[in-house]
């Protein structure tokens, strides 16, 4: 398609369930963004990658989120033994440009994770 | 830390009146900033970046380095402007891409 694609777009989950979020970006961009999006709240970065390389998980906000970028194209975003908390729209975003600025983002819908 | 700051949750106007968003962030430093916008249903898309000093939909934002703002302006607000509103201001590197915590403006008929 012709836009970052998300999937699922709704996943509700018990506590304690591992989760997976899919994104498919623009064909060609090489940089790649997850961001968590609390209801209210603006997104929040959680980590980058350029190309297969994850050069920042430092918004990652615990060792039970994990993302990656295998072939440089397809990205996942894992969630293991879920909280409440982690109840959040998750947005992935994808850009063209590489280096000091990194250009207009293109953002998918997001998965609505909800976590009972 | 670099910090955004989107004073304002909720933002009510009529339509044709002038509308401000503000946006202050901290940083020191050539910056690159933009707006983004987020219509009921859709995706988060780009309004528009400082460095293209372009309009879109009427819409404008001047950087201001003395105050550290980057607000975005319209003379005349319409009803089709209401969404959420992100400013993204400059990032210390480029991996980090901040957003503010939004502003919703609500253009009354």
């Known amino acids: 398609g012709a836009g970052v694609s998300q999937s699922p777009r709704y996943k509700v989950a018990k506590r304690g369930q591992d989760v997976a979020l899919r994104c498919d970006p623009i064909?060609?961009?090489?940089?790649l963004f997850w961001y968590q999006q609390a209801l209210g709240q603006g997104p929040e970065f959680l980590t980058y990658?350029?190309?297969?390389?994850?050069?920042?998980k430092s918004g990652l906000p615990s060792d039970r989120f994990f993302a990656e970028r295998p072939e440089g194209s397809v990205s996942t975003l894992k969630i293991q033994r879920t909280q409440q908390e982690d109840s959040a729209v998750y947005l992935c975003?994808?850009?063209?440009?590489?280096?000091?600025?990194?250009?207009?983002?293109?953002f998918g819908e997001g998965s609505r994770l909800t976590v009972l | 830390a670099q910090r955004v700051t989107q004073p304002e949750k909720l933002l009510s106007v009529f339509k044709g009146a002038p509308v401000e968003l503000k946006c202050n962030y901290s940083?020191?430093?050539?910056?690159?900033l933009f707006w983004y916008v987020q219509y009921s249903r859709q995706r988060l898309q780009l309004l528009l970046r400082?460095?293209s000093r372009e309009s879109i939909k009427g819409f404008t934002a001047d950087l201001n380095k003395g105050e550290t703002s980057f607000h975005l302006k319209k003379p005349f607000a319409q009803e089709e402007d209401s969404a959420m509103y992100y400013c993204?201001?400059?990032?210390?590197?480029?991996?980090?891409?901040?957003f503010g915590s939004g502003t919703k403006l609500n253009v009354k008929p």
């Open positions: 975003a994808s850009s063209l440009a590489t280096g000091r600025y990194t250009g207009e983002l293109f």
């Open positions: 064909s060609g961009h090489v940089s």
């Open positions: 990658f350029q190309n297969e390389a994850q050069l920042d």
């Open positions: 940083y020191s430093g050539s910056p690159e």
């Open positions: 400082h460095i």
């Open positions: 993204a201001p400059p990032r210390y590197n480029f991996n980090k891409f901040y």
